[in-house]
């Protein structure tokens, strides 16, 4: 992680925490869930990013968590600690199992094996009604909490969420600057020249990919809890679009971009209400424009140069 | 006479189902230097890249003693094969330090902290210049530099084979000539050189064999001596 980066994140934290101090509930919700989408982004970053690889899937693991959580701790009475646990075991699981034989394809054909994964797992919240109750969603999932211990109202939830956040940030730090972030590096790179290397490249991509699938499937037990209610909309296509949009907006593979663009794009709707119906429409021009003229995100930026023809790397 | 370092019987290489290197044969002699050269799309990086595993290929490959047809690349490169390939492949992001680490990924574990620590000192003393710019970022150095870096690189898995494609692509002559003085010391100090070049001179210099390559056959093999001139150099080239 460089200097800057380092610095950045202090700005973020400083900020983060004395923002309940100024900000109304509204705002505070819309930073909780910026908070979730940020977890979810700093893991995708992770395989994107750092690997260099792609996935239109990663909607597909969260789901896990939303879906594991609502179903073990409405259905079975779970505690919401232990069904959050549960359900990441069941998404590195899966993730072992999808990802070994998916990650051996490349480019297209990876992104494509990953959105169908996607799709499968949003056509099972709706088919399997007598789990998920289908189009109807799951309802009355409880707030996060230990024991008898609850969290409650939107400051609880800003701090114990923005904590995960630091958490995950935390995780990701030590990963990238480790040999294994490095060897992510050199796959990101150049695959073969990584093999040539002595890198088992199948090895730390699936490795990557399981990282990053219990990434989501935290943040997804997150958003369960956090909202009480869970349905197939949640996890669908438009997830994606909102996960990438985020993380390309934000920077992709660089330290504090995931956490930029989660906040910047769950707020933006906020800011332009009168054109909600638009929404996708904006999210796509965004990503268009960020992936022509700021490759780098918001991280770009400081090189504005390049958007008169310069080098944009 | 000693056994060869490396010999390929029958390798073949393939891109989906085109034969992009037909049968062929070639061996290496321990601390020699084999250089193979030919037009564009003879076969030559296609050659580097069967004998790394890169490609899907057929024949046999002998390293050391052992058949490592069957092994992936990582294993191979952990066997004692190291490969710069064309366009270096460093990872312009990392610093040079971080680069080189990279180069001893897959002696961790079985090599001790002295032992990368003094590959670190090997690759310093060879090129100075990787010294002075080890905390800058790879991207930033010079053609030159970027392939010194990549040539450290591949010494930080202190391989008893070293593998080249095209080392001088892309740089001036006097870097050129530089690099070439270095292979040449690599090559004093025992580590076996398979080069590829399409300028033929200054490796046919440091060069004990050559193998011609024209349109992915090996068509011929021979003594680096017999190679007298730019006629000669022609002729292999174009054929005839």
């Known amino acids: ?313 | 006479m000693s056994t060869p370092l490396l010999q390929a019987t029958d390798l073949s290489a393939f891109y989906g189902k085109v034969e992009a290197l037909k049968p062929c044969n070639i061996f290496i002699m321990p601390g020699e230097a084999v250089v193979a050269f030919g037009p564009n799309g003879a076969g030559k990086s296609t050659l580097m890249r069967a004998l790394m595993g890169l490609v899907a290929s057929r024949g046999r490959v002998v390293f050391d003693g052992a058949d490592i047809a069957a092994l992936s690349t990582q294993m191979r490169a952990r066997a004692g094969i190291a490969f710069v390939p064309e366009g270096r492949g460093i990872l312009g992001p990392l610093t040079v330090m971080e680069n080189l680490e990279l180069g001893a990924y897959g002696r961790y574990g079985r090599a001790s902290r002295g032992e990368i620590k003094a590959s670190f000192e090997k690759a310093f003393d060879l090129f100075p210049r990787l010294f002075e710019r080890r905390n800058q970022k790879a991207g930033s150095l010079s053609g030159g530099e970027q392939q010194m870096l990549a040539i450290g690189r591949a010494l930080m898995a202190n391989p008893r084979l070293l593998l080249l494609d095209e080392p001088s692509l892309g740089l001036a002559p006097r870097v050129i000539e530089e690099i070439f003085v270095k292979l040449a010391q690599l090559k004093r100090e025992g580590i076996t050189l398979l080069l590829v070049e399409q300028k033929a001179p200054p490796a046919l210099e440091i060069a004990e064999r050559a193998y011609v390559l024209r349109t992915g056959k090996i068509v011929a093999a021979m003594s680096t001596r017999d190679i007298e001139g730019p006629e000669t150099l022609a002729r292999l080239y174009l054929g005839g």
């Open chain 1, 1 to 313: 992680m460089s200097r800057g980066e380092r610095l950045a994140l202090i700005v973020i934290a400083a900020v983060i925490l004395v923002l309940p101090l100024a900000a109304n509930d509204y705002v505070l919700s819309l930073m909780v869930i910026g908070g979730i989408y940020a977890v979810l982004c700093t893991g995708l970053n992770l395989f994107m990013g750092q690997t260099g690889q792609i996935s239109f899937g990663h909607n597909a693991f969260a789901g896990f968590g939303c879906y594991g959580s609502a179903i073990l701790t409405v259905t079975y009475g779970w505690s919401p600690v232990f069904a959050l646990l549960a359900s990441v075991m069941a998404a590195v699981a899966a993730a072992l199992l999808i990802g070994y034989p998916t990650l051996r394809l490349r480019g297209h054909y990876l992104a494509m094996a990953t959105l169908a994964l996607g799709l499968i797992m949003y056509e099972l919240s709706v088919q399997l009604e007598s789990l998920t109750a289908g189009f109807l969603g799951i309802s009355g999932i409880p707030a996060l909490g230990i024991g008898p211990w609850r969290l409650s109202g939107d400051v609880q939830y800003y701090y114990a969420i923005w904590a995960m956040v630091g958490l995950g940030v935390w995780i990701y730090g030590r990963i990238v600057d480790s040999r294994v972030g490095r060897a992510l590096g050199a796959i990101a790179g150049d695959e073969h020249a990584a093999r040539s290397l002595g890198i088992d490249v199948s090895r730390y991509k699936l490795l990557a990919f399981v990282i990053s699938a219990a990434y989501a499937s935290v943040a997804g037990s997150l958003l369960a809890h956090y909202v009480s209610y869970v349905s197939p909309e949640v996890i669908g296509l438009g997830m994606v679009t909102l996960l990438f949009t985020m993380l390309f907006v934000g920077g992709l593979g660089t330290t504090t971009g995931p956490i930029t663009g989660a906040v910047l794009i769950n707020i933006l709707p906020a800011l332009l209400t009168r054109f909600q119906d638009y929404r996708q429409l904006v999210y796509g021009a965004a990503l268009l424009l960020v992936v022509m003229f700021a490759p780098r995100g918001l991280h770009s930026l400081g090189n504005l140069r390049s958007v008169f023809g310069g080098s944009t790397r």
